[in-house]
């Protein structure tokens, strides 16, 4: 403590490190907070399905998807990262994830939300393999904080498939 | 600032930066607001270097008692002896 920079270093050293604690029990408190998040899609239309020049399988969907995701958001959440993916088995693949649509959420109010979209990203297969397919659609979505880790999960939805000639 | 200041400040740094980030962290977690937090904490780093880093008169209360110069002319600083082999120590 002799001079004013060696003050100045030790100040600047120890609150920095209080800053760091502080930002860790932030983001430990998050783990007390109880979170039920909810949803549902729908598929309102099936716009096109053929087979690509060359030789995938591609769907076109309109989506119905509202979702309740309020209760994930805490006092250290700057976003949450939503996407659903499309999930099917084929003979060649044990398991495909496809993500048809994402958004980013970037506050409680507008994470109750319901809108009709076509999906963002197209839906191509890896071969032939969609027709009369039956998949899962999985809302995934991945909570940012301010501080600390990031956690993710998700809500499987089963039950839909494709028909089973081309449109 | 003498030796007993730059402890009393030091200490008072210490303490000063903790009751910051508890107060700071308390009273985000209940307004639940992250930006309550580190405003509070900002400001008590602010108010810490503020009483800590200067020189204030309260912590130069026990100053050091420098030697009269007539007292330092009875003990005079040792001469350098030539280097020989033997060693000799000829201090005072």
């Keep these: 403590m002799h001079t004013f920079g060696y003050r100045a270093n030790a100040l600047l050293t120890f609150a920095i490190t209080a800053l760091a604690f502080i930002c860790a029990i932030a983001s430990f408190s998050d783990k007390f907070s109880n979170q039920n998040p909810s949803a549902e899609i729908q598929i309102l239309n099936i716009n096109r399905f053929k087979k690509q020049s060359h030789g995938n399988d591609e769907v076109s969907l309109t989506l119905d998807i509202s979702a309740d995701l309020q209760s994930l958001f805490t006092w250290n959440t700057k976003q949450v990262f939503v996407f659903v993916a499309a999930e099917y088995e084929?003979?060649?693949?044990?398991?495909n994830q496809v993500s048809l649509w994402d958004a980013i959420i970037p506050a409680?109010?507008?994470?109750k939300f319901r809108i009709q979209v076509s999906n963002k990203y197209r839906f191509i297969?890896?071969?032939?393999?969609?027709?009369?397919?039956e998949f899962n659609l999985t809302l995934h979505w991945h909570v940012m904080p301010k501080t600390g880790k990031m956690f993710a999960d998700k809500i499987v939805m089963p039950g839909y498939s494709l028909p089973d000639a081309y449109r | 600032m003498d030796w007993?200041?730059?402890?009393?400040?030091?200490?008072?740094?210490?303490?000063?930066?903790?009751?910051?980030?508890?107060?700071?962290?308390?009273?985000g977690y209940a307004t639940e607001s992250f930006r309550t937090m580190m405003l509070i904490y900002a400001g008590g780093v602010v108010l810490t270097t503020l009483i800590t880093i200067p020189n204030w008169p309260c912590f130069n209360r026990h100053p050091l008692k420098w030697l009269d110069p007539s007292e330092a002319e009875k003990y005079p600083k040792p001469e350098v002896v030539a280097v020989s082999s033997k060693k000799k120590s000829s201090k005072k």
């Design chain 2, 4 to 27: 007993q200041g730059q402890k009393l400040a030091e200490q008072l740094m210490q303490i000063l930066l903790l009751i910051a980030a508890v107060v700071a962290f308390v009273v």
């Design chain 1, 90 to 95: 084929t003979p060649k693949n044990f398991l």
């Design chain 1, 125 to 133: 297969d890896q071969g032939q393999n969609l027709r009369g397919k």
């Design chain 1, 108 to 111: 409680k109010e507008d994470a």
